[in-house]
């Protein structure tokens, strides 16, 4: 991994909150008393369903919106006190807005955005270029991005987000709208940026296959509260059950099934699929002698590695339960 010259703190949140109100004056909680330390360097997964709060999280690190209370740190720099020095620190792509001008090139784009971030000459020159050239849109740099796929535009904003060369880079739904080839390009460039550059790359995305590969860490929300805050591994862990997969070759007759109660049975290309959690080494073995009293050809056992989906879900219904739990109490008490 690259040595960074940076904090290795690189986003502290404290007891950050954000409410809006609607026009009955009923009051919404987007994100509420959030705590949040991102560690620099690294990839860093902001999870959460529709309306958890994470794009009102990524603003308000932008200084975008402004928060009712709590406050944001960057690298160090306060976010509301020290906001021109605290924007140069981030770069980001914000998901559902318009990160880039239209009307402008590819090239226009960037040498602007480069600009306003204080780079010039020669040395802004050679970044656009290179940033163009790594998204394999050099030979499409002179053309309008109002004429570019929604994925090139997508590339165009990332590439503009990055310009200037920023320590910490937040990146909403980044792929969104990219074809397989350029979210393959996409997701090599966060990698090399953390792990090779000593970039700090925070993530919000919907494809929690995407998070597992790329992140390092992972937070989950739900309703502005966090849920959970830890390296990607040990969260895994914390869900690890032992689940197996037995593959049989052929079919179990139906009044066979009932003694392999607590799994899953499921046929593939003619051979049976037994799958599902399994407590211990004993009773996978009582499974298999199951097999071999039926004189059923084994083909494979296969353990089940914890995935992220499964953990992310688990998650938002325990979440859920305590909501439930939590609203019972406040109604007895009332």
Request: proline fraction near 3%; charge should be neutral.
């Amino acid at each position: 991994m690259a040595t960074s010259i940076y904090p290795p703190v690189a986003i502290e949140i404290e007891s950050l909150s954000k409410v809006y109100y609607q026009r009955n004056k009923t009051a919404i909680h987007a994100v509420e008393n959030l705590n949040l330390t991102v560690p620099a360097g690294q990839v860093f997964g902001f999870l959460g369903a529709n309306g958890a709060g994470k794009t009102t999280t990524i603003k308000m690190i932008c200084g975008v919106i402004i928060p009712n209370s709590g406050r944001v740190c960057v690298n160090g720099y306060d976010v509301t006190r020290n906001r021109g020095i605290a924007m140069r620190q981030v770069g980001a792509v914000l998901e559902g807005t318009r990160n880039v001008y239209w009307r402008l090139t590819a090239w226009e784009n960037l040498i602007y955005f480069g600009q306003l971030k204080g780079c010039w000459g020669k040395p802004l020159k050679a970044r656009a270029e290179q940033l163009l050239r790594e998204l394999d849109l050099w030979d499409r740099r002179n053309d309008t991005v109002r004429t570019f796929s929604r994925g090139m535009q997508q590339k165009v904003a990332i590439a503009s987000a990055l310009i200037a060369d920023p320590p910490i880079i937040l990146l909403d739904e980044p792929t969104l709208g990219l074809d397989f080839h350029a979210s393959h390009t996409v997701k090599e460039w966060i990698v090399r940026l953390a792990h090779e550059r000593g970039k700090t790359v925070v993530l919000t995305t919907h494809q929690l296959d995407m998070a597992q590969e790329l992140c390092d860490r992972v937070a989950i929300i739900r309703k502005g509260r966090l849920l959970a805050n830890q390296p990607l591994s040990e969260l895994l862990d914390l869900f690890c059950h032992e689940h197996y997969q037995i593959r049989i070759k052929g079919g179990i007759e139906s009044y066979h099934a009932s003694r392999f109660a607590g799994l899953t049975m499921d046929t593939e290309n003619g051979d049976t699929i037994l799958s599902g959690a399994i407590a211990d080494q004993a009773t996978l073995h009582q499974h298999l002698a199951k097999v071999y009293d039926l004189q059923l050809p084994l083909l494979s056992v296969t353990r089940i590695e914890p995935n992220l989906e499964e953990v992310f879900m688990q998650l938002l219904n325990e979440g859920e339960k305590g909501e439930q739990h939590e609203n019972r109490i406040v109604s007895y008490v009332q």
